[in-house]
C-alpha cells in the first residue's frame, strides 16, 4: 500500500507517501481495460485561482478542475479536482509549473502545497509554480466516503480458517457497495489510468505546453503511466520511492515487499549495535523486540499515544516501527521501543485491528492480487513472515485481505514507453517500502529514456536527502542536466 507522499500503500503506517496500503473491496468478473487515449483533455473551464482558505499558511492558492468522471465517456457525469498552487518565489527566473503527483494512495496533494511545502528544494520552489492536486475519491476531490461503523467490523487479516476466508470476502462486498452509494459513481473510477487523464487536462489548465512531474511513492505509478500515455508531452519527470506495477504475481508482490521492510529492521539493528547513542546499544536487539511483540500479542503492551490503551502487534510493527523506517529515525525507534519495554504491562486483553482508510478501492482498482482460498492465504502470511520474521502482519497482507475478490480496472503491466525524454528515477538502497529492486526494474523498464540516481541511505522518499541528492535533481528539473548513468549520492546522517 501505501508509499514523502505516501505513502504504497502505508498511509497508517505514515502519513506522507507511498506508498500507503491502502486496502479494498469487493467482486470482479473480470479485468476491465484501461480507458482509451484521446488526443485531447476534456476539462472544463479556466482555473479561477483564489486564496486557500487556510490563513495560519498564506501564500497558496486553491482552484477547482472539472473532469469526466469516466474518461471513457467524456460527456457523462463530471466532478471537480481540487487544485492548489505557490508561485514561484522568483518570477524572474521561473520555468513553468511542476506538478507533484501525490502519495497514498489517499494522500492529499492539496495539503502539500498549502502546509508542507518545505517538502520542496528552495530551489525548485524559487523556480516553478509548484502545483498539486487531490486525487479523484480523496480530499477535496468527491472524497470517497465509506460508513463508519461498517468500517469498524473489519475483519482481522489473522485469518484461521476457510470461513473467516469467506467472511473477509463477503464483508468486501457489503463495504464496497455500503461507499458506492456514499460515494457516487466516481467510486468505480479511482484507478491511476483515470487519474493519468486528469493530469493531462490539468497541464492544459496550466497552459503548459509539456509536462514538469515529480511523484512521490504512489505517485510515481501515475508518472509512469502518464509517460507511457503520453511520452511526448513530457519535459522532465521525477520519480521518487518508485512502485513497479510490473510485479504481477501476488506471492512476489507480498515477498517484495517484506523483503524491503526486513532490510530496513536489519539496517536499524546493525546501526544500534555499532551506535553508542543507540537507546539499546549492547543489549540483542531482536530479542527486546520480539518481548515487546509477544507481550501486544497478549494484549499488555500499552499503546504509547493512548495511555491504558493496549497496543496490538500489527500496530507496533506498522504504526511503531514502520512509522520510523520511513523517517529513518532510528534513534527515535530506539528510544520508542526502550520507553515501552520499561513501560508497566497492562493486564491481559483482547486487541483489535484499526480499520484501513476508505482510499481502499483506489489500490485494488491498480493492483489484481488474487487469492483462491484460505490455504493459499495461509500460505503467503507464512511466506511474509519467512521473508519477514521481525515484523508478522506487515500491511501489505492487510491490503491483500481488504481486496479479496476487487474488481481490477488497471492491472499490473510491464511499461512500454517509446519517445519520452530522459525520466529520473530516485530510491534509496534501503527504502522500508519502496525497495531498491523496484528503482532499478522501472529505470530498465523505460529503457534508453531511464536514468536512476541512487541514494546509499534509508528512509522512504530521497529526492532532498543531502546536497548531492538535492543537486542533481534540481538541476534536472530546472536546466534538464541529466545525471550520469550509475549515479550514486553518498548517505546522510538522518
Not at 61 to 68: D, G, Q, W
Request: proline share 9%; net charge neutral.
Amino acid at each position: 500500500m501505501p508509499l514523502r507522499g505516501g505513502n504504497a500503500l502505508w498511509r497508517i503506517a505514515a502519513r506522507g507517501t507511498a506508498m500507503v496500503v491502502a486496502a479494498g473491496t469487493a467482486v470482479l468478473t473480470g479485468l476491465a481495460a484501461a480507458p482509451a487515449v484521446h488526443a485531447s483533455p476534456s476539462a472544463e473551464g479556466a482555473l479561477r485561482w483564489a486564496p486557500c482558505d487556510a490563513p495560519e499558511k498564506p501564500g497558496a492558492e486553491c482552484a477547482t478542475l472539472s473532469v469526466p468522471v469516466d474518461w471513457t465517456h467524456p460527456g457523462g457525469p463530471r466532478l471537480d479536482l481540487a487544485v492548489a498552487r505557490r508561485k514561484a518565489t522568483d518570477p524572474g527566473a521561473r520555468v513553468g509549473a511542476m506538478v507533484f503527483g501525490p502519495g497514498g494512495p489517499g494522500d492529499s496533494g492539496v495539503e502539500m502545497v498549502v502546509g508542507r511545502i518545505s517538502r520542496f528544494s528552495p530551489e525548485v520552489r524559487r523556480r516553478f509554480d509548484i502545483v498539486s492536486f487531490d486525487p479523484r475519491g480523496v480530499g477535496g476531490s468527491n472524497p470517497v466516503t465509506c460508513s463508519g461503523a461498517l468500517l469498524a467490523e473489519r475483519p482481522s487479516p489473522e485469518l484461521r480458517s476457510q470461513a473467516d476466508f469467506d467472511a473477509t470476502m463477503a464483508y468486501n462486498r457489503r463495504l464496497r457497495a455500503d461507499c458506492r452509494a456514499r460515494t457516487g459513481p466516481v467510486f468505480d473510477h479511482l484507478d491511476t489510468s483515470q487519474t493519468v487523464r486528469d493530469v493531462d487536462a490539468l497541464r492544459a489548465a496550466l497552459g503548459e505546453r509539456e509536462l514538469t512531474f515529480h511523484g512521490s511513492s504512489y505517485g510515481t505509478l501515475l508518472g509512469a503511466q502518464y509517460a507511457e500515455t503520453y511520452p511526448r508531452r513530457v519535459r522532465a519527470m521525477v520519480l521518487e520511492s518508485v512502485m513497479d506495477h510490473s510485479v504481477r504475481a501476488t506471492r512476489d508482490f507480498l515477498r517484495s515487499e517484506a523483503a524491503a521492510a526486513e532490510d530496513s529492521f536489519r539496517e536499524f539493528v546493525k546501526w544500534c549495535d555499532g551506535a553508542a547513542d543507540c537507546a539499546l546499544h549492547g543489549r540483542d536487539v531482536r530479542a527486546v523486540w520480539q518481548g515487546l511483540l509477544a507481550r501486544a500479542g497478549r494484549g499488555e503492551l500499552a499503546d504509547p499515544a493512548k495511555p491504558g490503551a493496549p497496543l496490538s502487534s500489527s500496530d507496533l510493527v506498522n504504526k511503531i516501527a514502520f512509522r520510523k523506517f520511513y523517517k529513518a529515525d532510528h534513534a527515535g525507534l530506539a528510544t520508542a521501543i526502550a520507553g515501552m519495554e520499561a513501560s508497566e504491562p497492562l493486564p491481559a486483553s483482547p486487541t483489535s485491528t484499526a480499520p484501513l482508510p476508505p482510499a481502499t478501492p483506489v489500490f485494488c482498482s491498480d493492483w489484481h492480487l488474487p487469492v483462491r482460498d484460505y490455504e493459499e492465504y495461509a500460505s503467503l502470511v507464512a511466506l511474509m513472515n519467512r521473508t519477514a520474521p521481525d515484523l508478522p502482519y506487515l500491511l501489505p497482507i492487510h491490503m491483500a485481505a481488504a481486496c479479496l475478490g476487487a474488481p481490477t480496472a488497471n492491472p499490473q503491466h510491464r511499461l512500454d514507453v517509446h519517445g519520452a525524454p530522459p525520466v529520473l528515477v530516485s530510491n534509496a538502497l534501503h527504502d522500508p517500502a519502496t525497495g531498491y529492486p523496484w528503482a532499478v526494474s522501472v529505470a530498465r523498464q523505460f529503457g534508453r529514456s531511464g536514468v536512476l540516481l541512487t541514494y546509499e541511505g534509508h528512509g522512504h522518499g530521497s529526492v532532498t536527502s543531502g546536497p548531492c541528492m538535492e543537486d542533481a535533481v534540481d538541476s534536472y528539473l530546472t536546466d534538464l542536466a541529466v545525471p550520469a548513468r550509475g549515479t550514486h549520492c553518498p548517505a546522510v546522517p538522518s
